[in-house]
């Protein structure tokens, strides 16, 4: 006889090893929206009148958050960035529009090669002489809190799942980021008025779980991951996690909830003095903020104000007045 669900002893459509359970469908999509539930009461990420602004890749991660955000009755829009990559790219903001017109949000989208006088990502990183994960990362990181900030938003949330949260935590630990692993919590608090608060609230979650939520309740995202990510180390541990994982159900998420429950204790966030950058006026530590030095060294323009066109909204009509 096959598996039965462990709340209706129908039959069972999902196992779930680490939990030693398995759910049918309708079970299923409970267990998962509960766990998010979870996450935001237990780490007190969100208070139900907030307005969050989501920050979307078109793949399943961000999509899927954003539909559990919404389908938990809070009150979410959407930001976009358009990093460059040819086809990757285009097809992954088509598929953020078609979520956000099918649930009448509001979209925004910023485009790297409009903001950059024309480069990709790819190219940007190029000419910064480092790899492209971490350009993209320290840009995308700016444009986040600046957006939201402008726009009105107190807190954004992003799709990261118990893998990727997992295989950052074993880097982290592996090299002894001190500083890194301060910062691996799911929620960053807002240490500036202009910092937005940063929530993860799919950290219970793991990657194969959110992709049969998605592909359950209907969620078209794209398959294909970013090109610029082959290679790249967090693919590594990844890996080694699925292989111990699959040794031993339940590794992953006790090294994190280990480290989220035993490490606080030892990993605080250290006060920083934040000053305001001398090109862009964000709160930085440095006299002009790293996004600024970065598309001086590409021979961006940058901006100063986020009016005009930096910034395009795409579906809906936005939560806020900003
Ligand atoms: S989008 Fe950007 Fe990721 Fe692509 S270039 Fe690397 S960081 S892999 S989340
Ligand atoms: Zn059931
Ligand atoms: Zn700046």
Redesign the pocket.
């Known amino acids: 006889m096959g598996a039965l669900c462990k709340k209706c002893r129908g039959k069972a459509q999902v196992k779930l090893p680490r939990h030693n359970a398995s759910f049918c469908q309708a079970h299923f999509k409970e267990y998962f929206l509960n766990q998010v539930k979870k996450a935001i009461k237990k780490e007190k990420m969100l208070s139900p009148e907030e307005k969050v602004l989501i920050t979307v ?1 078109g793949g399943k991660d961000s999509l899927v958050l954003w539909d559990v955000l919404l389908a938990l009755g809070y009150e979410v829009d959407g930001l976009y960035i358009h ?1 460059g990559i040819g086809e990757y790219s285009e097809h992954s903001e088509e598929k953020c529009i078609d979520f956000a017109a099918s649930r009448n949000v509001a979209l925004f989208t910023v485009s790297i090669p409009e903001i950059t006088g024309g480069n990709s ?1 790819k190219e940007a990183s190029r000419k910064l002489r480092r790899k ?2 971490a350009a ?2 320290m840009i ?1 990181r700016y444009l986040f809190n600046r957006v939201s900030w402008e726009k009105g938003y107190g807190v954004v949330a992003t799709g990261h799942n118990l893998d990727d949260e997992a295989a950052t935590l074993l880097g982290n630990l592996i090299g002894w980021k001190e500083d890194y692993l301060s910062r691996q919590f799911p929620v960053m608090p807002s240490n500036h008025p202009q910092m937005v608060r940063k929530i993860k609230p799919l950290y219970r979650v793991t990657e194969k779980e959110t992709a049969i939520y998605a592909i359950m309740n209907g969620i078209d995202y794209i398959y294909e991951e ?1 090109p ?2 082959k290679g ?1 180390r967090s693919t590594v541990y990844k890996n080694a996690l699925n292989y111990l994982e699959q040794h031993s159900p339940g590794t992953k998420h006790q090294l994190l909830y280990n480290f989220l429950q035993k490490g606080r204790g030892y990993f605080h966030q250290e006060h920083v003095e934040l000053q305001a950058c001398s090109s862009c006026s964000q709160p930085t530590t440095l006299e002009t903020c790293a996004f600024c030095q970065i598309m001086d060294k590409i021979g961006a323009p940058g901006f100063t104000t986020l009016e005009g066109d930096v910034v395009k909204q795409k579906t809906g009509q936005p939560l806020t007045q900003g």
Request: aromatic share 0%; glycine share 8%.
């Open positions: 890749s990093l990502i492209a994960c993209c990362g995308k970013c610029l990510a790249a």
